[in-house]
């Protein structure tokens, strides 16, 4: 299983962006799946969750601004992200637990981050 994270650049404070992790593998199953953000000098946090049965969750620092979603169609997951503040400038990474079916595997993969600039 392979995840290709994209959407991020460069965007005024208050200003919008959409990220999206896509999935991709062979005969396999996604489950929960993660979006977390790195800023400069500080240790990766949890940025907001959801399971395959679109049960939400957010850090207190992105609640009301950031919405997250998925296609599971598409084994495709998104952050909506509104009213960016410079202190959302970070690189952004997907992560989601998966299973492959042959041979069966449950493992946890993490995409290559996307990195977003919020200037004031």
């Known amino acids: 299983v392979q995840l290709q994270a994209s959407g991020g650049g460069l965007v005024q404070t208050g200003g919008s962006l959409r990220l999206s992790c896509a999935a991709s593998?062979?005969?396999?199953?996604?489950?929960?799946m993660n979006w977390h953000r790195q800023a400069p000098g500080k240790q990766r946090e949890l940025v907001a969750g959801?399971?395959?049965?679109?049960?939400?969750n957010y850090a207190d620092s992105v609640k009301g601004r950031f919405t997250v979603s998925r296609d599971n169609a598409k084994n495709t997951m998104y952050l909506q992200m509104n009213s960016l503040k410079p202190e959302d400038t970070a690189v952004y990474y997907c992560?989601?637990?998966?299973?492959?079916?042959?041979?069966?595997?449950?493992?946890?993969?993490w995409g290559q981050g996307t990195l977003v600039t919020v200037s004031s």
């Open positions: 992560e989601a637990d998966y299973i492959v079916y042959e041979p069966l595997v449950a493992g946890r993969k």
């Open positions: 593998g062979t005969n396999f199953r996604i489950n929960t």
């Open positions: 959801i399971t395959s049965g679109g049960s939400t």
